[in-house]
C-alpha cells in the first residue's frame, strides 16, 4: 500500500509517499517561512499565495522521488485540519482534484493525529534525498501516550490502538510553542522561536531564574500564559524597569547574558511542565510505549528531560518528520486505508480550520 500524503496546514507545502505505513519513499518539504520571518509570525495570506505556486511542482516532485508513477499510489492523503483555512484549502483542493482525476481513494486526516503518526515510520528507501534519515529500531507499543507538543497544540493523548484513543489533558491558554515564539520576541530573537531559544539558552544558565509553574485543576492540563507573562515582568525587572515598559523595546536593553540566562531559565520550566505531567501519566497508564509529536518535538532540552525522568526508554522521531510534513500525513493515511477507515468523498471534502482530536 503506497499513500502519496499531502500537508498544506500552516506556511509548508508538503507532500509524501509512505508505503505500508512505516516506509520513507520521498519528502519534499517547500517552507514559506522565509516570507514571514520579517512580520515575527506566519502571516496567512503569504503562506496560501506560496501554497498555490509550491503545491504542483512538490507532489511532482514527491512523486519523482519515490520513484513512483499514478499506477504505483493506491491512495492520496490530505490535511483538512486543523490550520489556516487559506493554506488548508489549497492543499484539500488539490488532493480533491487528484483523487477525482487519477481515480485514487481520498483519506482526510487530522493534522494532529498525524504528528503522532510520523512516529510509526521505521525506514526509508535507499535514496540521497533520504540518506541521514534517522528512525527507531521499532514502532511504538501500545498503549502509547503520545506528548504532542506543536505552535497550536500542547496535549497528552493516550492511544490504546490506532484510532482508539483519548484526550487526558491540553493547555488551557497558549501551547508550548507558542509560549517559546511569544518569548522570542521578548528577546528579540528570530521566529520560530523554538530553535532561536533552544540555541540561545545553549549560553545561558537554566537555574539562574526561578518561574512559575501553573497549578491547574485538570491532572494533565497545561498553562504557558502565566509563564510568558512570568517572563515579561522578569526582563523588565531585570533592566530596572515596572510592568508599563513596552515589550517591544526591551530586547535592545538587555544584555545577551541576560537574555541567554533568561532563554534557558524559561525554556527549562517549559519543558518541564510537559514532562512532570508526562511521567504522572506514565505512572497512572504504564503505557508500553511514548512518543513526542509536533514542532517542539525537535527541541533538543525536551528530548534530554525525557531520556532523564521517563520510567520507560523512549525513541526520537527523525527532526525532519516532526515540524509540519506530508509523510506525517501518507503515514496516517496509510493507516486509515489498511484499518477501513472509511475515505472521504472527493467532490464535497471541506477544511475544518478548527478541527480537534
Ligand atoms: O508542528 P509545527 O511545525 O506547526 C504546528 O502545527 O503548529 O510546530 C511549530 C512550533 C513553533 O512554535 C516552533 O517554535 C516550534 O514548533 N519548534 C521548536 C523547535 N522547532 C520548531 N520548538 C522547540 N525546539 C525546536 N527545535
Ligand atoms: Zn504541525
Known amino acids: 500500500m503506497r499513500v502519496l500524503g499531502i500537508e498544506t496546514s500552516c506556511d509548508e507545502t508538503a507532500a509524501s509517499v509512505v508505503e505500508d505505513g512505516q516506509r520513507l519513499l520521498s519528502n519534499v518539504v517547500a517552507s514559506s517561512m522565509d516570507l514571514h520571518v520579517q512580520y515575527g509570525g506566519v502571516v496567512p495570506e503569504i503562506a496560501a499565495r506560496s501554497h498555490i505556486e509550491s503545491i504542483n511542482p512538490v507532489i511532482e516532485q ?32 488539490a488532493a480533491r482534484t487528484l483523487a477525482i482525476t487519477k481515480q485514487k481513494p481520498l483519506y482526510a486526516c487530522n493534522h ?65 510553542g507558542e509560549a517559546f515564539d511569544k518569548v522570542a520576541k521578548i528577546l528579540g530573537l528570530p521566529y520560530p522561536g523554538g530553535p532561536s531559544v533552544g540555541k540561545k539558552a545553549i549560553d545561558g544558565d537554566p537555574l539562574k ?23 515579561l515582568r522578569l ?29 534557558a531559565s524559561f525554556q527549562r520550566i517549559a519543558v518541564e511542565t510537559i514532562v512532570d505531567k508526562a511521567v504522572l501519566a506514565c505512572e497512572e497508564f504504564q503505557p508500553k510505549s511514548v512518543v513526542i ?25 527523525d527532526l525532519k518528520v516532526c515540524t509540519d510534513n506530508g509523510a506525517m500525513i501518507a503515514t496516517l493515511g496509510c493507516y486509515q486505508a489498511m484499518l477501513g477507515q472509511p475515505a472521504a468523498d472527493p467532490y464535497s471534502l471541506e477544511i475544518q480550520p478548527n478541527l480537534s482530536m
Not at 149 to 163: C, E, I, K, M, P
Not at 209 to 221: R, S
Not at 253 to 259: G, I, M, T, V, Y
Open 62 to 93: 514527491a512523486l519523482a522521488e519515490a520513484e513512483c508513477s499514478w499506477d504505483d499510489i493506491d491512495a492520496i492523503a490530505v490535511t483538512y485540519g486543523a490550520g489556516l483555512g487559506g493554506s488548508l484549502l489549497i492543499g484539500v483542493l
Open 112 to 176: 494532529v493525529v498525524g504528528h503522532v503518526f510520523a512516529n510509526f515510520l521505521t525506514s526509508a528507501k535507499d535514496s540521497p534525498a533520504l540518506a541521514d534519515y534517522n528512525f527507531p529500531a521499532q514502532p511504538p507499543a501500545f498503549p502509547m501516550l503520545a506528548i504532542i507538543v506543536s505552535g497550536g497544540h500542547s496535549q497528552l493523548a493516550l492511544f490504546r490502538d490506532y484510532f482508539d484513543y483519548s484526550l487526558l489533558g491540553q493547555t488551557q491558554d497558549d501551547a508550548i
Open 209 to 231: 531564574y526561578v518561574l512559575p509553574k501553573a497549578k491547574l485543576d485538570g491532572k494533565y492540563d497545561f498553562s504557558f500564559s502565566g509563564l510568558k507573562t512570568a517572563v
Open 235 to 263: 526582563a523588565q525587572a531585570e533592566i530596572g524597569e515596572d510592568y508599563t515598559f513596552p515589550s517591544t523595546k526591551l530586547a535592545e536593553r538587555l544584555s545577551e547574558a541576560q537574555k541567554a540566562d533568561i532563554a
Open 293 to 317: 509529536a509536533g514542532g517542539v518535538a525537535a527541541s533538543p532540552e525536551l528530548r534530554r528531560q525525557l531520556t532523564d525522568r521517563l520510567p520507560l526508554p523512549i525513541e526520537f522521531p
